[in-house]
Protein backbone atom coordinates (compact mmCIF):
# COMPACT_ATOMS: atom_id res chain seq x y z
CA UNK A 1 0.00 0.00 0.00
CA UNK A 2 1.22 3.72 -0.38
CA UNK A 3 -0.40 6.36 1.36
CA UNK A 4 -0.60 9.93 -0.21
CA UNK A 5 -1.12 13.51 1.75
CA UNK A 6 -1.76 16.45 0.12
CA UNK A 7 -1.15 19.90 1.46
CA UNK A 8 -1.03 23.66 0.32
CA UNK A 9 -4.48 24.43 -0.68
CA UNK A 10 -6.79 27.53 0.35
CA UNK A 11 -8.41 30.17 -1.25
CA UNK A 12 -6.30 32.66 -3.51
CA UNK A 13 -7.54 35.67 -6.26
CA UNK A 14 -7.81 35.35 -9.99
CA UNK A 15 -4.40 35.51 -11.06
CA UNK A 16 -2.30 34.41 -7.83
CA UNK A 17 -0.39 31.50 -7.34
CA UNK A 18 -0.80 27.90 -5.03
CA UNK A 19 1.94 25.28 -4.62
CA UNK A 20 0.03 22.33 -3.90
CA UNK A 21 2.43 19.04 -2.24
CA UNK A 22 2.00 15.05 -1.95
CA UNK A 23 3.61 13.07 0.40
CA UNK A 24 3.69 9.47 -0.40
CA UNK A 25 4.83 6.78 2.27
CA UNK A 26 4.36 3.14 2.21
CA UNK A 27 5.79 1.66 -1.28
CA UNK A 28 8.71 3.29 -3.09
CA UNK A 29 7.20 6.39 -4.33
CA UNK A 30 10.19 6.57 -7.48
CA UNK A 31 8.06 3.79 -8.32
CA UNK A 32 5.68 5.33 -9.35
CA UNK A 33 3.99 7.55 -12.04
CA UNK A 34 2.19 10.92 -10.14
CA UNK A 35 -0.73 12.30 -11.27
CA UNK A 36 -2.90 15.33 -10.07
CA UNK A 37 -6.20 15.50 -10.54
CA UNK A 38 -9.10 18.02 -9.81
CA UNK A 39 -12.88 17.50 -9.61
CA UNK A 40 -15.14 20.89 -9.01
CA UNK A 41 -18.15 20.80 -7.55
CA UNK A 42 -21.21 19.24 -9.77
CA UNK A 43 -18.39 17.59 -12.15
CA UNK A 44 -16.19 14.95 -13.04
CA UNK A 45 -12.73 13.95 -11.40
CA UNK A 46 -10.74 15.25 -14.23
CA UNK A 47 -6.74 14.82 -15.51
CA UNK A 48 -4.59 18.16 -14.46
CA UNK A 49 -1.26 16.85 -15.11
CA UNK A 50 1.55 13.90 -14.43
CA UNK A 51 4.86 13.27 -14.43
CA UNK A 52 6.66 9.53 -15.43
CA UNK A 53 9.02 7.76 -12.25
CA UNK A 54 12.04 7.31 -14.02
CA UNK A 55 12.24 10.01 -17.26
CA UNK A 56 10.32 12.76 -15.08
CA UNK A 57 8.59 13.20 -18.40
CA UNK A 58 5.00 15.35 -18.07
CA UNK A 59 2.27 15.61 -19.31
CA UNK A 60 -0.56 18.31 -18.74
CA UNK A 61 -4.87 18.91 -19.33
CA UNK A 62 -4.95 21.74 -22.36
CA UNK A 63 -6.55 23.95 -19.86
CA UNK A 64 -3.69 24.62 -17.50
CA UNK A 65 -0.49 24.40 -19.35
CA UNK A 66 1.58 27.00 -19.58
CA UNK A 67 0.20 27.89 -15.69
CA UNK A 68 1.01 24.62 -13.80
CA UNK A 69 3.91 22.96 -13.52
CA UNK A 70 4.54 19.26 -11.84
CA UNK A 71 7.45 17.75 -10.19
CA UNK A 72 8.90 15.19 -8.01
CA UNK A 73 11.24 14.74 -5.62
CA UNK A 74 12.18 10.91 -5.23
CA UNK A 75 14.66 11.36 -2.52
CA UNK A 76 12.02 13.02 -0.55
CA UNK A 77 9.11 11.18 -1.61
CA UNK A 78 6.90 14.22 -2.75
CA UNK A 79 5.55 16.07 -5.43
CA UNK A 80 3.90 19.10 -5.94
CA UNK A 81 2.08 21.60 -8.44
CA UNK A 82 3.03 24.66 -8.91
CA UNK A 83 -0.13 26.87 -9.90
CA UNK A 84 0.48 30.49 -11.47
CA UNK A 85 -2.45 32.62 -13.12
CA UNK A 86 -4.77 31.34 -11.02
CA UNK A 87 -8.25 31.32 -12.59
CA UNK A 88 -12.44 31.02 -11.01
CA UNK A 89 -12.55 27.68 -13.34
CA UNK A 90 -9.64 26.30 -11.59
CA UNK A 91 -11.71 25.93 -7.93
CA UNK A 92 -11.99 22.15 -7.27
CA UNK A 93 -10.62 19.32 -4.87
CA UNK A 94 -6.75 18.51 -6.44
CA UNK A 95 -6.03 14.74 -5.74
CA UNK A 96 -2.48 13.28 -5.85
CA UNK A 97 -1.98 9.90 -7.39
CA UNK A 98 0.28 7.34 -8.12
CA UNK A 99 0.13 4.41 -10.71
CA UNK A 100 2.48 2.54 -13.19
CA UNK A 101 2.40 5.24 -15.51
CA UNK A 102 1.75 9.38 -16.44
CA UNK A 103 -1.48 8.56 -18.24
CA UNK A 104 -4.29 10.73 -18.29
CA UNK A 105 -7.33 8.09 -17.85
CA UNK A 106 -7.74 8.01 -13.84
CA UNK A 107 -8.34 4.68 -13.53
CA UNK A 108 -5.07 3.67 -14.36
CA UNK A 109 -3.92 5.02 -10.71
CA UNK A 110 -3.71 3.00 -8.31
CA UNK A 111 -3.32 5.08 -4.85
CA UNK A 112 -4.95 8.05 -4.26
CA UNK A 113 -4.77 10.91 -1.74
CA UNK A 114 -7.95 12.74 0.54
CA UNK A 115 -7.28 16.00 -1.66
CA UNK A 116 -7.15 19.53 -0.59
CA UNK A 117 -9.79 21.93 -1.41
CA UNK A 118 -8.55 24.90 -3.70
CA UNK A 119 -10.86 28.18 -4.24
CA UNK A 120 -9.94 30.69 -6.67
CA UNK A 121 -12.34 33.60 -6.14
CA UNK A 122 -12.74 36.46 -9.06
Known amino acids: QMQLVESGGGLVQAGGSLRLSCAAS????????MGWFRQAPGKEREFVAA????????RYADSVKGRFTISRDNAKNTGSLQMNSLKPEDTAVYYC???????????????WGQGTHVTVSS
Open 97 to 111: ASGPSPYSDSTTYRY
Open 26 to 33: GRTFSNYA
Open 51 to 58: IAWSTGST
